[in-house]
């Protein structure tokens, strides 16, 4: 019964899978081939994805995969500045070229990051410390709701960023990550477009925020039926044993 309560509270569960790579590529490739037509059922227009952002996103995935494994705390306050990396690499990867290209508005994003009163860290970690004791889902869609929600965390690339944020939590629950696939292509992009218009703060966040933050929780959750989708098989990580 333990694993199971600690699933519901939103407690780490002991992490023992790697992530599939090939196959989270294989799903963010079928979204590629056919992103126009997907995009005819989108409420906004969406850029495509293109050969770059889709390699950016495969290192991204690699990147939490690598946090999960060595038992990374993103919301201790002593690795909040990780988030800068995720962020980093969604928008450049690893290229020591890009980075350089890149420097001055990662320089911009870090000050943003960390300084903006309404929309930075502190108050992303102000409300996942409220609501910790939520489950994984609510707690997952909540930190993207924040993420998204104007003023934004980042200064770009919120959505990928966020999205990865979102799998890493999952993932420490023992869950699959998320991962954008045909069929739930709609169910992202579209709520997403509500998130990105809406303000963290003010009389109307009091009650709109968390009716959005509670139907994404449902999305999270419908997507996650197989508890081995997009995980290895054959590749068991150390056991977890610190964090909150």
């Not at 889709?54 to 494994?69: K, M, Q, S, W």
Request: proline share 7%.
């Amino acid at each position: 019964m333990l694993p199971y309560f600690q699933l519901l509270m939103g407690m780490p569960m002991p992490a023992t899978r790697r992530l599939d790579l090939p196959a989270i590529e294989r799903a963010l490739r079928e979204v590629q081939q056919r992103f126009a037509e997907l995009s005819r059922d989108f409420t906004e227009p969406r850029d495509p994805l293109t050969d770059e952002v889709l390699h950016n996103v495969l290192e991204g995935y690699a990147l939490i995969d690598d946090y999960v494994a060595r038992g990374v705390d993103l919301f201790d306050l002593q690795q909040l500045n990780l988030m800068l990396e995720i962020n980093a690499i969604v928008l450049c990867g690893r290229d020591p070229a890009r980075r350089l290209e890149y420097a001055q508005h990662l320089a911009a994003t870090e000050e943003h990051f960390f300084n903006n009163v309404e929309g930075g860290i502190k108050d992303l970690y102000n409300w996942y410390c409220a609501y910790r004791s939520e489950s994984v889902w609510k707690r997952a869609a909540g930190v993207y709701v924040r993420i998204l929600s104007k003023p934004q965390l980042f200064i770009e690339g919120n959505n990928r960023s966020g999205s990865l944020i979102v799998s890493y939590l999952l993932m420490r629950a023992g869950l699959p990550p998320f991962v954008l696939t045909l069929e739930n292509a709609e169910g992202y992009f579209n709520p997403s477009s509500v998130i990105r218009n809406s303000a963290k703060h003010g009389v109307k966040a009091l009650y709109e925020l968390p009716k959005i933050k509670k139907k994404y929780a449902a999305f999270l959750e419908e997507q996650a039926p197989d508890p081995m989708k997009f995980f290895l098989k054959d590749q068991p990580l150390p056991v977890y044993q610190g964090g909150h």
